[in-house]
């Protein structure tokens, strides 16, 4: 992890007599889109009762990101297992599912009949308490009903309230429900109360849900006592809180596109205080940037084959300047294969193009929203990557084309390097004020942006190491990502293809596995 160190995260049982085991038992995990949660998978072969790892065979280990396996088709990753020089080891299978019992919100509508009579000059005044059982059998409120005024027959608003506040997520707990009667001085006067669980509720309007109000002291005086009125169950309705990842696993695919900026004022390439210079001892401020939050945002792109633009240089052969040139030298196909591909081919373009300018981003956004356009209907979603160095030249048409791409599925991540001043950058991030163009606004919010402060030739601010630059900008600018992706589905009400459901679970092809995270 960030240490660099793996720990011990758990281990499947043991299968016997078998090189195609399934396991059975599930791993529970912390999922953040915004980090890069490394998984290490050791496969050993049981020759004893010993835990210690060293007594028994290996028969090799694979590796992969959580976020490999969770935007994976149907979170289900397969992987080739190493380990062994000059012997094939077979694959692993990892699948990942999503709990969702702490998703769970329920609707519910009750409606009390012939409740005590409380009130001397009048009737009552019912209103329900609801109480969750803990641990420790004790009762925690969890919600209380509006009061109904002068009936013994009252039918309450319909409520929601999450599953966890209500049992926890545990649909056997007892929830305790109180019925009183309220009064202005607050020394309401109590009805009764009646016990029920989640999973009796989930019947829904039956004879099942229909409960007897019982106030043990009357019980208790009365022989003839029965009880002190009935509440019924009217509705029950569960609605699930969709995630970012239901749409992961339903199959939306996130499609990265890279733009760097090639304009002159990033120094000259061959110098050591230009922000392009190739140093052989470290990654410049462009790469770490492009390795930071590609390497994040590429576990969510199915086939890993990722456009890579430029902007800002004179191109080869005539000189002629380009604010939306391919880093291969491929307009017609201007891929390249993962991050390392894209940052070969930026090392690649260095040596060909001139530095010029201006900076201009408007032509790399309507690149992109091309594409988007195209695609409306939640199967794809478009990230645009732009690494800048300094003050935006072509502001009034970049305002533009962000709020004409506002009711696409695509979002920017501009990320500024080098002294200069990002104001400009800043105002298109639209977190405190909604850019606007010709006097329309933006739909949405689409741009997330984040700053790189390098002085005296040294990175700081955010960015001291490529390992604090990992976990402060690709925290960053991928939190707000999935937030914007999420967003858009909600504002154009696309559901994901499939819900997501319960733990992560393991199969394999050898007799046990050690899990490392």
Sequence with gaps: MGNKE?????????????????????????????????????????????????????????????????????????????????????????????????????????????????????KSDPFLVFHRSNEDGTFTICHKTEVVKNTLNPVWQAFKIPVRALCNGDYDRTIKVEVYDWDRDGSHDFIGEFSTSYRELSRGQSQFNVYEVINAKKKGKKKKYLNSGTVTLLSFLVDIEVTFLDYIKGGTQINFTVAIDFTASNGNPAQPTSLHYMSPYQLNAYAMALKAVGEIIQDYDSDKMFPAL???????????????????????????????????????????????????????????????????????????????????????????SIVNASCLPMSIIIVGVGPAEFDAMVELDG????????????????????????????????????????????????????QLVFIYMLL??????????????????RPTVEFFA
């Design 6 to 122: 793996w720990r011990e995260f758990g281990r499947t049982e043991v299968i016997d007599n078998t090189l195609n085991p399934d396991f059975v038992r599930k791993f529970i995990l912390d999922y953040f889109f915004e980090e890069r949660q490394n998984l290490r998978f050791d496969l050993y072969d049981v020759d004893s009762k010993s835990a210690n790892l060293s007594k028994h065979d290996f028969l090799g280990q694979g590796y992969c990101t959580l976020g490999e396996v969770v935007g994976s088709l149907g979170s289900r990753l397969e992987k080739a297992l190493g380990g062994i020089p000059g012997k094939k080891c077979g694959t692993i299978i990892v699948k990942a599912e999503e709990l969702n019992n702490c998703r769970e919100s329920v609707m519910m509508q009750f409606c009390g009949n012939k409740l005590d009579k409380k009130d001397f000059f009048g």
């Design 310 to 400: 430029g902007f800002g240089a004179k191109l080869p052969p005539d000189g002629r300047v380009s604010h939306e040139f391919a880093l291969n030298g491929n307009p017609q196909n201007p891929y390249c294969t993962g991050i390392d591909g894209v940052m070969e081919a930026y090392y690649q373009s260095l040596k060909s193009v001139q530095l010029y300018g201006p900076t201009n981003f408007s032509p790399v956004i309507n690149h992109v929203a091309r594409y988007a356009a195209s695609v409306k209907d939640g199967s794809q979603y478009f990230v645009l990557l732009i690494i800048t160095d300094g003050v935006i030249s072509d502001m009034a048409q970049t305002k533009e």
């Design 431 to 482: 977190d405190e004020i909604r850019i606007s163009s010709r006097g329309r606004y933006a739909e949405r919010d689409i741009v997330q942006s984040q700053c790189l402060i390098e002085v005296d030739g040294e990175s700081h601010g955010l960015m001291l190491t490529s390992e604090s630059l990992q976990g402060s900008v690709s925290s960053a600018v991928s939190f707000k990502m999935a």
């Design 492 to 509: 154009i009400c696309i559901h994901p293809f499939f819900p997501t459901f319960l733990f992560v679970s393991l199969t394999g092809i």
